[in-house]
């Protein structure tokens, strides 16, 4: 079993920047591809940007170009983050990271940008 703990969410203005971050631990031997998703309000988890287990990223396109995503992998650890740029109001939602497909969720970390 894998555990995900994600961190780094907040409130911040638009225009303004966020880093999330993510610890996988636990049976993460073959993690593969991992991938934060985000969650708006009643609707489904989406990916938003992924990445390959050798460092390279890819992104929708509402993102590309103002986020970056990289990758640590470590003995007992893979940790990822999300460095997010020039945040929108409609980046507002829940942020979760986890495999590509995906397992067990952690909390997520939740993003607001206000206005």
């Known amino acids: 079993q894998v555990q995900f703990v994600e961190s780094g969410g907040g409130l911040v203005q638009s225009g303004g920047s966020l880093r999330l971050s993510c610890v996988a631990s636990?049976?993460?031997?073959?993690?593969?591809?991992m991938a934060w998703y985000r969650q708006d309000p009643g609707r489904q988890r989406e990916v938003i940007a992924s990445i390959t287990t050798a460092g390279v990223a890819y992104y929708v396109d509402f993102v590309k170009g103002r986020f970056n995503f990289t990758r640590i992998n470590a003995k007992n650890t893979v940790t990822v983050y999300l460095q997010m740029n020039n945040l929108k109001p409609e980046d507002t939602a829940m942020y979760y990271c986890n495999t590509v497909p995906s397992r067990g969720w952690g909390q997520g970390t939740k993003v607001t940008v206000a206005s």
């Open positions: 636990g049976r993460i031997s073959n993690l593969g591809v």
